[in-house]
């Protein structure tokens, strides 16, 4: 499986940016798919996820109302809309998948869920 993040930039705050995550060895309609992002000095943390074989979608607090998961199954791709983007938004956003197993709701939130992962893309906001 390789998994690849795009779309990522600078851009002002209350700026939006579209992740995209593209995939070679998985369907994205066959899998569980998650957004993290890792910012300078602090942990990976998890943003957004789609549940595998579903359209059930799970956020962080922190972008709730703001970002939007989506998967386009015609041309497997994953997406992550991101509108007003804010300082704090500011992170290396990796996409993962889940593989082959079915997780519940709660393991969906944790790293250590999602055994395949992008290699990253820098998304800057500035104030």
């Known amino acids: 499986v390789q998994l690849q993040a795009s779309g990522g930039g600078l851009v002002q705050a209350g700026g939006s940016l579209r992740l995209s995550c593209s995939a070679s060895g998985v369907t994205f309609s066959s899998t569980g798919v998650g957004w993290f992002r890792q910012a300078p000095g602090k942990e990976r943390e998890f943003v957004a996820a789609?549940?595998?074989?579903?359209?059930?979608?799970y956020y962080t607090n922190s972008v709730k109302g703001r970002f939007t998961i989506s998967r386009d199954n015609a041309n497997n791709r994953v997406y992550l809309q991101m509108n007003a983007l804010r300082p704090e938004d500011t992170a290396v956003y990796y996409c993962?998948?889940?593989?082959?197993?079915?997780?519940?709701?709660?393991?969906?939130?944790?790293?250590?869920?999602?055994?395949?992962w992008g290699q990253g893309t820098q998304v800057t906001v500035s104030s």
């Open positions: 789609m549940r595998k074989s579903s359209t059930a979608t």
């Open positions: 993962a998948t889940t593989g082959m197993g079915n997780p519940i709701m709660s393991s969906y939130y944790r790293p250590s869920t999602y055994p395949d």
